[in-house]
């Protein structure tokens, strides 16, 4: 038992100096060797996934959308709006897409307080517009290194 433990140990060893080795001497501008997860590499394009598909046409200045905030599912007296709120970001705006990812939680919580607040009678007959606004506004406070310009419900549903 002590040589099989003893001889798994050495494999062990061998493939991590092996594969340290190879790490050392591989271009450091060379892709993976393999993806996991199929050939997007284990980045979903379901909505609300908070993970995005890389287009290879696209440029640093095309815009990205955004949709890590997901599906919601707010309680509004005797209602339940059900809604998925998505917009577009510059993709090649690293440090405020990493802010973005750093606030779903507040973006969430901010379209949950707002349509929490809105009565169930009125939430069938609501403007989509000014709610837009308005979210979009509150959502704006919260960054600091870029704006939201447009926002989009792709979702929106009202369960009585």
């Known amino acids: 038992?002590?040589?099989?433990?003893?001889?798994?140990?050495?494999?062990l060893i061998l493939l991590l100096v092996s594969g340290s080795l190879f790490a050392v001497i591989r271009d450091s501008d060379s892709g993976p060797l393999f993806r996991i997860g199929g050939k997007n590499g284990g980045t979903g394009s379901?909505?609300?996934?908070?993970?995005?598909t890389v287009n290879p046409n696209r440029t640093e200045d095309s815009p990205a959308v955004f949709t890590g905030i997901g599906s919601l599912r707010i309680p509004s007296g005797n209602a339940t709006v059900v809604l998925?709120?998505?917009?577009p970001y510059p993709s090649g705006d690293r440090p405020f897409t990493e802010e973005l990812v750093s606030r779903?939680?507040?973006?969430?919580s901010v379209a949950n307080v707002y349509f929490s607040s809105i009565p169930s009678k009125n939430i069938?007959?609501?403007?989509?517009?000014?709610?837009?606004?308005?979210?979009?506004?509150?959502?704006n406070a919260l960054?600091?290194?870029?704006?939201?310009?447009?926002?989009?419900?792709?979702?929106?549903?009202?369960?009585?």
């Not at 379901?46 to 995005?52: A, D, I, K, L």
């Not at 779903?104 to 969430?108: H, P, S």
Request: charged share 30%; hydrophobic share 45%.
């Open 1 to 11: 038992m002590y040589r099989v433990f003893l001889a798994v140990i050495i494999v």
């Open 46 to 52: 379901r909505p609300g996934s908070g993970r995005y």
């Open 84 to 87: 998925s709120i998505s917009f």
């Open 104 to 108: 779903i939680g507040d973006f969430r």
């Open 124 to 139: 069938t007959a609501f403007d989509e517009e000014a709610a837009k606004k308005e979210i979009l506004k509150r959502y």
């Open 143 to 160: 960054l600091r290194l870029g704006k939201i310009e447009t926002l989009y419900f792709t979702d929106f549903i009202v369960l009585e």
